[in-house]
């Protein structure tokens, strides 16, 4: 293994697809030994019941150029959680990146359904999915994370603490459970700051996740004939835009100037000269609020 990452571990938690892939992948590429975890292996799937698995997922980084392992783990039972931290710091005796990317809750949220007509049961679990897992991983992770300084904690979310704090975002359970993951990175940043470490909240733009794509009808090869239904989708990234954003923050050896913030993939593109694989730059975040949000015509030129 070779690149900028090339002696660092990063534990991906929530990688079976979407931006956690995106992530490990791109990890890999700079050279980093990648645990993913999730429900979905070859063997079983979770109630998602999508084709995608870890060990798919453990492959592609280990094509990219880094080490990728599978670690079969539910991240709302805190004793598989302590297992895989154990086994990590048996394997590899650090980790020195931690991406919480658990979500799941795709299915759950009912769109601009307010709390007292939305399912209970499935915004309970939301919450559950959304929060509880980051919460358990990180109690687990973090004091392995500190054994070395410079440790990195990304938190996954949907939204710029700017952004979020004066839209509603889709439900209430949904909106709740984003928010809290962009204060969790905040207060994070207040406890590992002064040991030594850097957390931040990141979030991706309108991501051309596997089941994005599934639901316009469309694959990454001809994502554009979209367009004419979702003029909007011009603006979209593919998972793989965020993952490099995290492999620039893990080589950053001055990323605690980020510590407790609210960052974006757009917005760490321009500070660190990354591309998403079509050599573009989305800037999601500025176009919904300049454009999307302001009711004017999609057009993603000086957007992307």
């Not at 995608?52 to 670690?71: F, P, S, W, Y």
């Not at 559950?128 to 992770?141: D, N, P, V």
């Given at each position: 293994?070779?690149?900028?990452?090339?002696?660092?571990?990063?534990?991906v938690a929530g990688a079976t697809r979407g931006a956690g892939r995106g992530v490990a992948v791109e990890l890999g590429a700079a050279g980093a030994t990648v645990y993913v975890t999730g429900r979905t292996t070859r063997e079983r799937r979770s109630e998602y019941d999508r084709p995608?698995?870890?060990?798919?997922?453990?492959?592609?980084?280990?094509?990219?150029?880094?080490?990728?392992?599978?670690?079969p783990t539910d991240h709302l039972v805190p004793s598989e959680v302590r297992t895989l931290v154990d086994r990590i710091a048996d394997e590899q005796g650090r980790l020195d990146v931690l991406v919480n990317d658990v979500w799941g809750g795709e299915r759950l949220f009912e769109w601009d359904t307010p709390v007292?007509?939305?399912?209970?049961?499935?915004?309970?679990?939301?919450?559950?999915?959304?929060?509880?897992?980051?919460?358990?991983?990180?109690?687990?992770?973090?004091p392995l994370l500190l054994r070395r300084p410079g440790g990195l904690v990304v938190e996954m979310t949907d939204g710029t603490a700017e952004?979020?704090?004066?839209?509603?975002?889709?439900s209430f359970f949904y909106d709740l459970a984003k928010s809290a993951v962009l204060r969790m990175a905040f207060a994070l940043g207040r406890e590992l700051g002064p040991r030594g470490a850097t957390a931040v909240a990141l979030t991706p733009g309108w991501l051309r996740s596997e089941m994005m794509?599934?639901?316009?009808?469309?694959?990454?090869?001809?994502?554009?004939?979209?367009?004419?239904?979702?003029?909007?989708?011009?603006?979209?990234?593919?998972p793989f835009y965020v993952g490099r954003a995290v492999a620039a923050l893990a080589a950053d050896p001055e990323r605690a100037r980020w510590n407790g913030e609210s960052l974006s993939s757009g917005g760490l593109a321009r500070t660190y000269g990354f591309t998403d694989r079509d050599g573009s730059r989305p800037d999601a975040?500025?176009?919904l609020v300049e454009v999307q949000d302001a009711g004017k015509p999609a057009d993603a030129t000086g957007y992307r």
């Open positions: 293994m070779s690149g900028p990452l090339k002696d660092k571990v990063a534990l995608e698995t870890i060990e798919d997922t453990a492959d592609l980084v280990t094509a990219a150029g880094g080490r990728g392992i599978a670690v007292w007509e939305h399912d209970l049961d499935n915004g309970l679990r939301l919450l559950r999915l959304g929060i509880e897992t980051h919460a358990i991983t990180s109690h687990h992770a973090l952004y979020n704090a004066a839209t509603y975002r889709v794509l599934e639901n316009f009808g469309v694959t990454e090869d001809n994502w554009r004939d979209a367009l004419e239904r979702v003029p909007h989708f011009g603006i979209s990234e593919t975040w500025r176009y």
